[in-house]
Nanobody, 122 residues
Framework: QVQLVESGGGLVQAGGSLRPSCAASGRSLSWYIMGWFRQAPGKEREFVAAINWSGVSTDYADSVKGRFTISRENAKNTVFLQMNSLKPEDSAVYYC???????????????WGQGTQVTVSS
């Protein structure tokens, strides 16, 4: 079992930055591919970014490519999402998730955090 807890969301103006983090307990994250997803009110939960166990391989949704960076520190059992040049359409609850398979399909992720709210004002 893996327990995931996100933090670091908040309210920011358009063009600003935030760096949510995801701390794990129960098992080392080094076994898992880690992903970030987001869900805005009335919308489906969507893929944002993923990173493999070593941190060498990453994947991003087109909507965030070039603005967001996913990273991990396995020794600290923590994953980060650096979000720059934020836009109002980035406003959502952001969730981290762990998977043994990875990919962009949320069904492949077995463990989820409770989410952290990100709100970007125009």
């Amino acid at each position: 079992q893996v327990q995931l807890v996100e933090s670091g969301g908040g309210l920011v103006q358009a063009g600003g930055s935030l760096r949510p983090s995801c701390a794990a307990s129960g098992r080392s994250l080094s076994w898992y591919i880690m992903g970030w997803f987001r869900q805005a009110p009335g919308k489906e939960r969507e893929f944002v970014a993923a990173i493999n166990w070593s941190g060498v391989s990453t994947d991003y949704a087109d909507s965030v490519k070039g603005r967001f960076t996913i990273s991990r520190e396995n020794a600290k059992n923590t994953v980060f999402l650096q979000m720059n040049s934020l836009k109002p359409e980035d406003s959502a609850v952001y969730y981290c998730a762990a998977s043994l398979k990875g990919g962009r399909n949320k069904a492949e992720y077995a463990y989820w955090g409770q989410g952290t709210q990100v709100t970007v004002s125009s």
